[in-house]
């Protein structure tokens, strides 16, 4: 193929397909043809196919039953990606590239907890030191003392603690009571101010770099996250596969949406360069409805047993093409314990599917051919939502970024999210991964935080009562699919 035109291709962290390349290169000037091309194009296609070149030449319509959308934030993180800049590669096969996948961190099979005194301390305990090493790995905090050091000082302090309340003084100011193993102190914010602002989660681990006050209190003067640090470059895979993300496919429910998921499946089996490239399937969490999750729920379901929801849902599933792999964790509507983190779901349910279905914990970090995943169902936006101002259930991807800048899943112990202590707090988010999944809110998303390309897998359900009577509206049907070979991703509507 034309050497320019690879490098116009490459520049652009695009992809072609054969044909399409064949045709560019075919024209007096391949690049000028490419730049037209990409010129008319609205939004960035994961792979440049004769169907673009052709429709942008008026020569075609889009086929209506299945619309590509990008979604405004997405043309301008996800399509610029970090593509080594001198080799094209071609869209991969999916069935021609070997499975590599690998767990990292699950709780499945290692859950310790027993509910006891000696439990919460415990699994606090490691909640502050696991954040607190990252904390101290911060430039603002070298010389953090410990909070009864911090306590004794009358110059400027920096400590690390958890938040164990957070409370509206009389005046209106915000007072956090901040504690590590050696005391608690008040730390004042004051209303008005930048921080002030930038709310503080109960539970949540900060740094907190300010001035004693003769009353015992800290005025505070910077509240340091964990954050991630960098802008990370997305580690493109040689294989060039694509990962497809669906989340809460409630099966069992009435408002399943039967039709456009298979919608989906056939296009999973068309002759599709894209649909070809996929080589996994993350579902992530309530992927059926579940029996007893909420009262009078046997109202809404199509099939009331819960054994029979699963049977169900591996019969969607095998109708997926051979070479897709699919990888299960649960939600709050699925058979296993609500608290998290969540083991995977129980061997009985998944003697139901075929051995190309792997089932991992909620949350699970796993790597695909290197590239790292954090997948986590997303109960904890239920508290983000209440307990953040400005975060909104259509926005899913705002609190994705709030959770990483904690570098935590679910901050809030006591909230609406039930959370298990175990020895190691398996929601601490201790390695920043390159891809963050997560489902729950049936909002479809997809942006960039600071090299983290974040994704909300949207639904299989239509409105629920629930949802309509607090005026939630989902975003069903949609699928986020990810090129793991630039890094590039779009999202297709069914
Ligand atoms: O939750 C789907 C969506 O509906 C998610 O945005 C939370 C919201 N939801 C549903 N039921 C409840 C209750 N009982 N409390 C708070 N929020 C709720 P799903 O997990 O699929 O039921
Ligand atoms: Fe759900
Ligand atoms: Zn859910």
Redesign the pocket.
Known sequence: MHERLLDALAKRGALADPAAAEYLARSPDPVEALERVFAKLDIMPLVLTMDDILRVQGALRPPAAIATTAIPALSSAIAVASVPPTKLRTVARADDVAVDFSVVRDITGKSTCEGTLGDFSRYFANRLEAIGKLLRARRELVGATDIARARRLTREVRFIGMVADVRTSRKGDRILEVEDATDTVPVFIAQGTDLFRDPVLPDEVIGVIGRPTEKGLVIAEQIVRPDVLTGRAFPTTKEGVSVAFVS?I?VGSKTFLGERWEAFSRWMNADDAVAKSIKYLVCAG?VVDGIG??PRQEEELTIDDVYAQYEELARLLAAMPDHVNVIVLP???DAVRPAEPQPALPQNVQNLFDSNTKFVGNPCAFTLHGVRILAYHG?S??DFVYSLPGMS?ARPIDTMREMLRRRHLAPVYGG?TPIAPEAEDHLVIDEVPDVFVAG???AVGMDEYKGVKMINASAW?SQ?V??KM?N?EPTPARVPILSLGTGRGVIKEF
């Open positions: 809460d409630h309530d999750v909420y939600g709050n509507h109960r936006m239920d259930y609406k729950h809110v049936h359900q629920t629930y949802q607090h939630i």
